[in-house]
């Protein structure tokens, strides 16, 4: 058990870093060494929520935040997070938190 707590514990370091956020579980599994299985596995095992979940969890939190805390455009934000196509980054934005990353930010910044 000690062993997968250190790699669940090690895994969220890696995807709370501000210089990168990768897209795939395949990426975090690579830097860690390990399979993307294997690190699912006992990702999920010890928080309940699977590698992907994670990965979206901080992704919504950086996107958030860029959009509250910046006046970047929504393709510059796009390119921020990596996303060549911004129309992806608007979709899974708005699948993620259930409204467009336009909304987000007139409602967030109204108040």
């Known amino acids: 058990m000690e062993k997968s707590a ?3 514990r090690k895994f969220r370091i890696l995807l709370s870093d501000d210089r990168s956020l990768f ?9 860690l060494n390990v399979t993307t299985g294997y690190l699912n596995d006992v990702v999920k095992k010890i928080t ?12 919504s939190i950086r996107s958030k935040r860029a959009l509250y805390y910046t006046d970047m455009d929504i393709k510059e934000v796009a390119y921020l997070f990596g996303f060549n196509d911004h129309a992806y980054f608007i979709r899974l934005f708005r699948r ?15 108040k």
């Open 96 to 110: 993620l938190n259930g409204i467009t990353p336009q909304k987000f930010r007139l409602l967030k910044r109204q």
């Open 6 to 8: 250190e790699l669940a």
């Open 48 to 59: 309940g929520s699977s590698v992907t979940y994670w990965i979206h969890q901080e992704f």
């Open 23 to 31: 897209k795939r579980p395949s990426d975090y599994a690579a830097a």
